[in-house]
């Protein structure tokens, strides 16, 4: 029924094809494919390397000078491929390589959260009457001007150390960062149901759910699939920040931002320490954005002459 | 009963990691220049003058009223503006650990049990405004320190004295405290109400120091306290700076344990550790001037000062008196039976524990509970050899005889701030040792905020948790006290004795040991006491803490007191 009015339809079905078209969206295709391969492989890999993230290695460690490695390179070796972390001498392959589940499955989360939320708020507002919207929209005002990181770390710190810390970073990354989506869905629906199809349904006795479902949602995906591929980036790094501060999953389990937070005291002797979980968040939120911003060419041609 | 507080690897996480970056380019630029000023030789009758800068964390917003004061031996900054009693002496090694006569004549006289104690002050004590020191005035000290406004300082005068449990400070309706005796002014007497041996040694705290009746402002007292040392306060703001000059009353003639040789000191507050260490890393300007009285080297600095000798010449290290051990509820099952606290006894891996201090020159392992700093009340055993890493073929033996031939799963609680002493790392590192030995730890991590109230609290204590402890002054009594005396296990909060630990013929000995007046004797009872308890394994030793710090180029005369495990700055030059 869309289809004369809505462009995006269209592309819709060969979105994949389009991105494998571009040399940059099929790159970054390859990379984050790379990266959630990795993660759920992590057992098969650290096997093959014939070590696991929590075993310490005390006799790798030269006690003396501070707890380092002993060997250059930060302990580099064919055992070791990465090398080991300072005063533990636990193998920093295999705790890379089992951190990224931990960053994946987070900024996985809590995206989906945002998502949830976003939509729903945000169609609300775009489709109820003036009341409502004004209600909701000045309530995701609200939520927006909320200073993300406090109130994170606040929340963070009063639930009971006992909850499962991965669930909970999901839930406050969801709960305090939904409101972006949510005024990206409201304004796009706005525009929508002004068109000439949702007139129609609204004139043959279609329910507001049902005009949600069958008339806007489908205009929504080119917007809300382009925001939200950008906002997996934003949570994984917002993941790592709060691991940094030391309020992220609990030891042993590891995670790239409590390497890093651990790495900070370590650059000026053992930089390949910091090094290594620098860089592979660095690709990482890389490969994410870059398929984000692919998308969003490939969903809305009319944006590439910007 | 003062739990050691985390000095260690002190990171406010971004901003810190922003400051160590700048504090790193200072470091790198100035490297060269720092090493040239190392000019003439100590020398104690010369080394008056010039301005010391003191960079310390502590924002002391409670200010230094000496009764609110909780030190160990009058403290580093106390005890330039307050003589005690009885203070340590002011000497590099084992003999800081000694205490020596400071307004008094003598370490005190005491009675055939040791529950009279009597004192004579030295003539000629003056205060910084002119007037005469008396033993009335040390008594007014010690009264106040009994007040609900003044709460804060150690705990054993309220036990120790005659009246002290009901005795509500000088303020109220009933002001004096008939248990100090002051028959004239240079006299003052002591009246216990049991045998303490150790009490020249409470009367180093600053709770001893005199204060004038007349000067008391109460709760404001500790903005411009009156001095009775070799300095006073020109200038205190609270977590910012304070500022001493010299009191021209003080007279060395009656002070043979300050050498006060600077002209002025300068105390910046509320530094963070990394900001501290590059400045006294780097000694740039007025920073070769500089030393700090609560800051340990961190990793980056000692391991760099392996490969740099300037930097490592310019390291002292000490010890504080401290043990971090792991914590049974021996009235808890399994913990109950002595065969499986044996096995974790022999599971356990110092050297992983020692690395996560950041390596040998911070944190030295440990099998009995009194550290050797702690002096002649150290005894050496080692009833289950653990070895270096943890022996866990011993442990699964010892389990499969107490009946848990499959293994064991318990909880192990800990404080979720890494830069505590009984943090993260320590409880990483005793996970992985103990799954060796069958032993599967899960992790309870307590809030940073509620600790010590969730530990020390006999219905909330966890059955198992790392712990920490310290001496209030090196001696065996404040360290095997609180922990093993069935009488201190306190109902609620506040209880020490985690293994909740109730034998009546060891408190009879703790009872004979008290009345021990000869130090050396009392100690060697002490370690035998510590000897006898180990057997029982109602705690894992696991390391003590080695302090090592940083000092500006230009500072003479630096070391750090056995005491206390901190620079003497009493005896500091930079002249």
Known sequence: MSNATAPVDEAQPTLRARLWARPGGRIALIVVGLIILIAILAPVLTALEGQDPNTYHDGLLNSATGGGPNAPFGGISTAHWLGIEPTTGRDVFARLVYGARISLLVAGGATLGQLLIGLLVGLAAGLGNRWADALLSRFTDLVLSFPYLFLSIALLAIVPQSFPRPALLCIILAGLYWAPTARIVRAETFVLREREFVAAARLYGASTWRIARKEILPGLVAPVVTFTALMVPTNMVAEAGLSFLGLGVQPPTPSWGQMLSTATTWFQIDPEYVLVPALTLLVCVLAFTALGEEIRRAVDPKGLAR | ?575
């Open chain 2, 1 to 575: 009963m003062e739990i050691p507080v985390p000095r260690r690897r002190i990171k406010l996480a971004a901003l810190t990691s922003a400051l160590l970056l700048v504090g790193g380019l200072a470091a790198a630029c100035g490297g060269s220049s720092s090493s040239s000023s190392s000019s003439a030789a100590f020398d104690a009758a010369t080394c008056q003058g010039g301005t010391l800068d003191v960079l310390d964390q502590t924002t002391e917003n409670t200010g230094l009223d000496p009764a609110v004061l909780y030190t160990s031996g009058g403290g580093a900054i106390p005890r330039l503006l307050f003589r005690t009693l009885t203070t340590r002496d002011s000497v590099a090694g084992a003999n800081g650990r000694t205490v020596v006569p400071d307004l008094a004549t003598d370490t005190g006289e005491p009675s055939a049990n040791a529950t009279v104690w009597t004192y004579h002050l030295k003539s000629g004590l003056k205060y910084a405004d002119g007037q005469a020191i008396t033993s009335a005035d040390i008594k007014y000290g010690v009264e106040r320190s009994f007040s609900s406004v003044l709460a804060g300082g150690p705990p054993y005068l309220r036990d120790w004295l005659v009246g002290g449990a009901t005795y509500q400070g000088p303020y109220g309706s009933n002001p004096d405290l008939a248990s100090i005796e002051t028959p004239n002014a240079t006299t003052i007497v002591f009246h216990l109400r049991k045998s303490e041996g150790d009490f020249p040694f409470l009367a180093a705290e600053t709770q001893f120091a005199p204060v004038p009746k007349a000067s008391d402002t109460g709760k404001n007292y500790n903005a411009d306290p009156v001095s009775s040392g070799p300095y006073t306060i020109q200038t205190f703001t609270k977590g910012k700076e304070l500022l001493l000059t010299r009191n021209t009353y003080w007279s060395k003639s009656t002070d043979s344990e300050r050498l006060a040789c600077p002209d002025k000191i300068d105390i910046s507050l509320g530094l963070s550790q990394t900001v501290i260490d590059q400045r006294l890393a780097s000694s740039i300007g007025q920073d070769a001037n500089a030393i700090t009285t609560d800051t340990d080297v961190d990793t980056a600095t000692l391991a760099k000062s392996a490969s740099q000798p300037a930097l490592k010449s310019r390291l002292t290290s000490g010890n504080f008196p401290d043990t971090t051990y792991l914590a049974f509820d021996t009235k808890t099952a399994p913990f109950d039976n002595q065969l499986v606290r044996e096995a974790f006894s022999y599971a356990v891996d110092r050297t992983a524990l020692i690395n996560a201090q950041g390596g040998s020159q911070l944190a030295t392992p440990l099998t009995t509970y009194t550290p050797p700093s702690i002096g002649a009340a150290y005894h050496a055993y080692d009833y289950f050899p653990a070895g270096a890493t943890g022996n866990a073929a011993k442990a699964k033996q010892l389990l499969a005889q107490a009946g848990y031939a499959n293994g064991l799963t318990v909880t192990l609680a800990y404080d979720n701030n890494g830069q505590s002493y009984v943090g993260p790392a320590n409880a990483s590192a005793l996970q992985q040792a103990l799954a060796k030995a069958g032993i599967t730890l899960k992790l309870d991590p307590i809030d940073d905020s509620n600790w010590d109230a969730v530990v020390t609290n006999t219905k909330t204590e966890p059955a198992l948790s790392l712990f920490s402890w310290g001496a209030d002054w090196p001696s065996g009594a404040p360290f095997l006290t609180p922990i093993f005396d069935g009488r201190d296990i306190v109902q609620g909060g506040g209880n020490f004795n985690l293994a909740q630990y109730d034998d009546p013929a060891v408190e009879k000995q703790i009872d004979q040991i008290n009345q021990i007046t000869d130090f050396t004797k009392a100690q060697q009872a002490w370690g035998d006491l510590d000897a006898q308890l180990g057997k029982l394994a109602l705690t894992v030793p696991l390391y003590t803490t080695n302090d090592v710090v940083l000092h500006g180029s230009n500072v003479k005369n630096t070391y750090v007191d056995q005491w206390r495990g901190w620079y003497d700055i009493s005896s500091v030059s930079v002249k």
